[in-house]
């Protein structure tokens, strides 16, 4: 039975939208929270979690038996899942732990050590931010369980604290991410598109855990809308037939499950293109050097290159920037896509006798072998790769 009180999905599409929507279908002020009135019928909470109980995902860092979830490795794993699949994630987190098994240790590592480890993972601002975090945490004697006090931490969001928060120490909130964002829209029938409808989504997804029994157990209740929007409520395809809230889902009814949420067109990413030098001295060492700071890709590790730039390099242009004189041959294009644009790399590779102190000075040589630990991002460890190719081809294609 569809229980009353609270925010929730009405069986009829469009008695959903009038839960949120005034008559004559604007979106409502947003105010940080919503009225709430006996009319409005919320899914049931207890099936969702006998649901996830015969069901629920075996995850390296949830806690099973009744065990207490560890607040570092929820923290952990939230931040490595963002942007990123749990299928990605799980060598990583396991990598981690085995790196750094306390947040202690993971503070008194070296950041390029942190860096190196993430490498792969992408989105590498997090990776700073880890380390950062990790830092406060132990700074102020361990994780805070509030909310509130845990967005104050390097790092962490609105969602990411309500993950923790929830999860880790048993604060009834519910942490919307994408997939809770997915099953609230199915569930009233919310047409608005993303991004525009996130706030009246995540106002609605509070609601979720009205009943007694979701208070009872937030950590549960939170994993399992998450399992719910990975195994049922999937993009495509919902296997509404074998969900717990089937009866309860106003998109289901109107038969417009499938296409929600429904989102704003993509805008085509703008291209831009640099070249790549890939070059070995006769040790067998190659030429490297750091990112800024600041910006894209902050602190990693690339191999040197040009700037990234709108219009294509011209061989001369490109190779008045190559960090030694050599006879570049073309190793091959990288493509690689970003958030905000597409990235096109051409690759040159070449060897030299051995490297001038001054070729070295703004960067470092690395031994091949030791390239694999290295903290380099997934762009640039394409460009390796080529580089390393190049090596072996005999056709010459620039000289410098």
């Excluded at 990583?92 to 790196?99: N, S, V």
């Excluded at 490498?119 to 361990?142: F, K, P, T």
């Amino acid at each position: 039975m569809a229980r009353r009180g609270g925010f929730s999905a009405v069986v009829a599409g469009t008695r959903a939208c009038r839960a949120v929507r005034g008559d004559a279908g604007s979106v409502l002020p947003e105010r940080g929270s919503f009225a709430i009135t006996a009319s409005v019928i919320t899914p049931p909470d207890d099936a969702l979690l006998h649901w996830y109980d015969r069901h629920r995902r075996t995850l390296p860092w949830r806690a099973e038996g009744g065990r207490t979830p560890d607040p570092y490795h929820v923290w952990l794993s939230e931040i490595m899942l963002q942007q990123t699949t749990v299928t990605a994630v799980i060598p990583y987190y396991q990598k981690f732990l085995d790196l750094f098994p306390t947040v202690q240790a993971l503070a008194a590592a070296p950041q390029e050590q942190v860096l190196a480890a993430w490498a792969g993972l992408g989105y590498y601002a997090r990776a700073r931010n880890l380390h950062a975090c990790a830092q406060a945490v132990v700074a102020r004697g361990g994780f805070p369980a509030q909310v509130a006090e845990l967005r104050t931490l390097p790092g962490i969001g609105a969602y990411t604290a309500a993950a923790i928060a929830a999860i880790a120490f048993g604060v009834p909130v519910v942490p919307v991410d994408g997939n809770v964002e997915r099953i609230t829209a199915r569930l009233f029938n919310e047409h608005t598109p993303l991004p525009g409808a996130r706030k009246v989504l995540a106002g609605l997804a509070q609601g979720l855990n009205a009943g007694a029994e979701a208070q009872a157990r937030p950590s549960d209740f939170a994993q399992a809308l998450f399992d719910l929007g990975a195994g049922l409520c999937v993009p495509r395809a919902p296997a509404c037939g074998q969900c717990p809230w089937q009866a309860s889902c106003a998109g289901q009814a109107a038969g417009t499950a499938a296409s929600l949420p429904r989102k704003m067109p993509k805008v085509a990413r703008p291209v831009r293109y640099g070249v790549h030098f890939f070059v070995v001295d006769a040790a067998e060492q190659v030429l490297l050097r750091r990112r800024p700071e600041t910006g894209l890709l902050a602190s990693m590790t690339e191999i040197p290159g040009t700037p990234w730039q709108t219009a294509r390099w011209s061989d001369d242009a490109a190779l008045a920037t190559a960090p030694v004189r050599a006879a570049w041959r073309r190793a091959g294009t990288v493509r690689h896509v970003f958030t905000h644009f597409s990235l096109e790399i051409t690759v040159l590779a070449a060897r030299v006798a051995r490297f001038a102190n001054a070729e070295v000075s703004q960067g470092f040589l690395l031994p091949v072998t030791r390239l694999e630990g290295a903290a380099l991002p997934s762009v640039m460890r394409k460009c390796v790769a080529l580089g390393l190719q190049g090596l072996s081809d005999s056709e010459v294609g620039l000289s410098g």
